[in-house]
Each structure stands twice: as structure tokens, then as C-alpha cells.
């Protein structure tokens, strides 16, 4: 088992039983860290439903029948109406990439910030998929960049997740608060991290994003990019300043996991900074311990001797 960060395989019971999680996971040759920190992330997102919607305004403005909605609006349709999942038109035609129903609602004063059963917004649906004027039609309406899903998530967040480097740089330019965490403690820059979009890392590096920010468990944007192999995001965060030897609460560095996983290259950078080999994590063990390849023990032997 890996952590994976939004892609929900995860065993929560192992993860929170923290002095139990290294021996456990050796055990079970599963050992990870970069879990579900977004366990509830995009679950409400990738599949809104209009099965069963209650209203042709909203199914018309997710279909995307810019006449229709004009007619039903015209007859009086209520422009807020939520389905069952709380979505409303404008969550719909934000979503699915309909600019002109967008701005069709919006200059009919539909509530910009209205958000649905989860906490889902018109702004994060569209952050989301990249849709970049509707985006921008949203912000000029004032909508708030800041809110957040019931997950934590944040509009920033969730481009973040799907690479989206433009929607990033566009809310970063309207103030979105860079160091928002999920429930789980996780941050936009560790987000952009696990998925690998090294240009919004660097992005929100510019704007000062937090380098060394902790999620609940300890994991920083370092430790999830060297356990990933991430190496051109391992050196970036290095040079940026990042803690190399930094302890998650489980003790496990970021040495310990490139080791454990066999990320020679990684292993190289970390110990140029300096990274110590004789660090333990919890159960007492190494990163000579973890070591994956007879080059990667090789390399941290020699790093002890000099």
C-alpha cells in the first residue's frame, strides 16, 4: 500500500496507530507516505450526478442548452434552485465548461457562492476542470476564492491537484491564502507535490508557500516527493530550503523512504545536502536499514565514513 494524496487507497487503522505503522507495514511489504491525505477530496467532484435532477434549469444548464435556460429563466424558473445534491445552474454550467450559460446566470444574479451538499463550489468546479473563463467570470462576480469543501479543499487546492497552473496563478493573483490546509492537514504545495506538477510547485513557492509545512501525520512536500522519486521536486524543495532531515511523527525521513523505495538519484541529492544516514524512525531502523539496493547501502556506507 502506498498514501496516496487524492487517490483514496489508504488504510487509515495502520496510519493513525503510529507506533505500530513502520513494523506493520515492513510486515506486509506496504510501506508508504504518501497516503489519502484527500481521502474526501474529489469523490464530490468527478461524479456529480444529474440523474435525478429536480430541475430543468440546472439539467439544462449542465447539457449545456443556452436557449433552454434563456426560455425557463424567462418563464420564472428559480435561478438558485438546488437539486438533491445541492448543485445549482451555475455549479452545473461551471463544471461542464459552458461559458456562455455561465455568464447568462451570473448577469441574471445568480448567488456566485451558493455551495452544494459537500461544500462544493461553482469556483472549485471549475478550478478543477480548467476552465479558465469561467474562472475568471466568477472572480469578477466576487466570488469567494477562499471556501472550502467539507474536505478542507479549497479552490486553490483542487488546481493544485489537477495541474492546472494557470487557475493557480489566476486565484494566487485574486489573494488566495496559500497555506490553507485540508482536514488532513495537507497544503496546496504538498498537493502539487504528490502529483507532480512541478511548475505550480514552483509557483506557489514564489508566492512563499510554507516549504516545510507539516500534514497531520508529518509528512512534508520533501518526504512525499522523495518517497515518490520525484527528483527534479526533491531538488527544488532542497534549494528552496526545505528540512532534509525533518522526522514525520512516525520518524521517517526523507532519506529513510528514497532508501526504502530505491530512488538511487534521490538518495544522491539528499545526502549532497547533507542528509544524516544514522537518523532512526520509531522502531529504531535506519535508512542503511531500508535500504533497497546494495548501490543505495553502498552509497549511505560510504556517506558514514566521510
Known sequence: MRYHLGLWKTNHDSFYSQDRFLKKQMKS????????????????????????????????????????????????????????????????????????????????????????????????????????????????????????????????????QNGHEVIVKILLSKGAKIDYQDNLGATALIIATQNRHEAILQALLDKGAKINHQSEQGATALIIAAQNGYEAIVKTLLAGGADVDHQAKNGVTALIMASHYGHETVVRALLAKGAKVNLQENDGKTALDYAKTQKIHELLQASTKE
Open 29 to 160: 511489504g506496504a510501506f508508504s507516505f504518501t497516503w489519502v491525505i484527500f481521502v474526501l477530496s474529489f469523490i464530490f467532484y468527478t461524479n456529480i450526478s444529474f440523474a435525478s435532477v429536480g430541475d430543468d434549469l440546472v439539467e439544462a444548464a449542465y447539457t449545456g442548452s443556452l436557449t433552454k435556460v434563456r426560455a425557463l429563466l424567462k418563464k420564472g424558473a428559480v435561478i438558485d434552485h438546488k437539486d438533491s445534491a445541492g448543485v445549482t445552474a451555475l455549479m452545473a454550467a461551471s463544471k461542464t465548461g459552458h461559458d456562455a450559460i455561465v455568464q447568462a446566470l451570473l448577469d441574471t444574479n445568480a448567488i456566485v457562492d451558493h455551495q452544494d451538499n459537500q461544500g462544493g463550489t461553482a469556483l472549485m468546479m471549475a478550478s478543477q476542470k480548467g476552465h479558465k473563463l469561467i474562472v475568471q467570470a466568477l472572480l469578477a462576480k466576487d466570488a469567494d476564492v477562499d471556501l472550502q469543501h467539507k474536505s478542507g479543499f479549497t479552490a486553490l487546492m483542487i488546481a493544485s
